[in-house]
């Protein structure tokens, strides 16, 4: 009897630790890991501010999030809320992967002129697909002409359209 309750007991453990796993959102790794990363001063200069950028972009994202929930002029049922974590989660994995894919074309680049051919590609990109309309320009550009990062692109970005524009232009080339 008392084994059969300890494999109960073992098996809603691991239930139990499946059900955590689950909760732990795909932005929230995504931050967690990149703040990680952001923090460690054994890391390259510039890896450091890569990091950083995601670090932003998140919390910029997870910010309009919160404005949308809470706002009091409009109130939300469960499913729009869960709707817009979902999108909250999307943009986070898109963002990582656009900023990715831009760091992984920008240090192949042959020449300064196709790195400079990359960087307008994805700079465009993330200027050409705002998410949110954000008229607060001096937060949502702050990197974008900030030449100490390479990561010079809008934190009010559709990472989604941003990405698929981004990937078309490269295979114009």
């Known amino acids: 009897m008392n084994k ?65 929930i809470t706002d009091d002029t409009n109130t939300l ?13 999307s943009m986070a994995y898109f963002m990582y992967d656009f900023v990715n894919l831009f760091t992984k074309e920008y240090t192949k680049a042959a020449t300064a002129k196709d790195q400079a051919w990359i960087m307008k590609i994805f700079r465009d990109a993330s200027l050409n697909h705002p998410l949110y309309k954000d008229e607060d320009k001096d937060l949502v550009l702050s990197y974008v002409n900030n030449s100490g990062y390479l990561t010079q692109f809008s934190l009010d970005t559709n990472w989604v359209d941003a990405l698929a524009e981004a990937k078309g232009k490269l295979r114009q080339k």
Do not use: C, G, P
């Not at 995504?30 to 890569?50: G, L, P």
């Not at 499913?79 to 909250?88: D, W």
């Open 4 to 68: 059969i309750l300890w494999i109960v007991a073992m098996a809603f453990m691991s239930l139990t630790t499946i059900k955590a796993q689950e909760q732990t959102r795909v932005h929230e790794q995504i931050y967690r890991s990149s703040f990680k990363v952001a923090a460690n001063k054994s890391e390259d200069t510039n890896v450091r501010k890569i990091a950083s950028f995601k670090v932003d972009a998140i919390s910029y994202l997870k910010s309009k999030t919160l404005e949308r």
């Open 77 to 89: 049922k469960a499913e729009e809320i869960k709707s817009l974590n979902n999108r909250l989660d």
